[in-house]
Structures are given as C-alpha cells and as structure tokens.
C-alpha cells in the first residue's frame, strides 16, 4: 500500500498558480489510481480531480475544470496539481489520495480511496 505526502502549498494572490506534488511511498505506485481533495473550514471534503493509474485518464471538478491540470509521473512515484488563476475560493487544505486501480472507472468520493495525506494549506489571497 502506498502512503501519500502532499507538498507545495501556501499563500498566492487571485488569479496566481501553485503546484502541489504528491510523493507516495512504495514501489506500487503505478498499481494505484490517485485524486485530490480540499476541505475548506465549515465545508465538506470535496472532490477536486482524479487520475488513473497510467496517466491516460483524468476527470476533473465543474469548479477546477480549465484551471487545474493533474498528472503523474509514475518513475517518480509523484503526482501532481498544477492550479492557475486562483481564486479565493480555491483556498482550502488539499488533500492526496491512492485507491487501487481500476480499469472501468474513475472514482470521485472520499469513501472510495483506500490511503490519504496529511494534507497541504493553499490559501488564496483577493
């Protein structure tokens, strides 16, 4: 089983960028299917983007869609979420998450991901 560990955030202005890397620990890492969520204060943990296993298949959030961009690179054992002209809602604690693979579908919900991160603080400025 991997064991993600999410780096990169901190505090940007709107319409700034951050990149967020999730190193995984292990040498599966290309067994597995990965995702980011966010939990901002007094919300849910929500859905944010998923890649599978290869790199092939993303799917992102309405709320992200066209601003931020997941990609992996399994040699490393690391994935990441580039994020672009943030917004002040994008502030939140983000989190990475590993499931194993699936060949059929993407999945989008926090009870359907086996391993999780600390988490990473991204707060955005107006």
């Known amino acids: 089983q991997v064991q993600p560990v999410e780096s990169g955030g901190g505090l940007v202005q709107a319409g700034g960028s951050l990149r967020l890397s999730c190193a995984a620990s292990g040498r599966t890492f290309s067994s597995y299917d990965m995702g980011w969520f966010r939990k901002a204060p007094g919300k849910e943990r929500e859905f944010v983007a998923t890649i599978n296993w290869s790199g092939g298949w993303t799917q992102y959030a309405d709320s992200v869609k066209g601003r931020f961009t997941i990609s992996r690179d399994n040699a490393k054992n690391t994935m990441y979420l580039q994020m672009g002209s943030l917004k002040p809602e994008d502030t939140a604690v983000y989190y990475c998450?590993?499931?194993?693979?699936?060949?059929?579908?993407?999945?989008?919900?926090?009870?359907?991901?086996?391993?999780w991160g600390q988490g990473t603080q991204v707060t955005v400025s107006s």
């Open positions: 998450a590993a499931k194993r693979k699936s060949f059929w579908s993407l999945a989008t919900t926090p009870k359907d991901f086996d391993s």
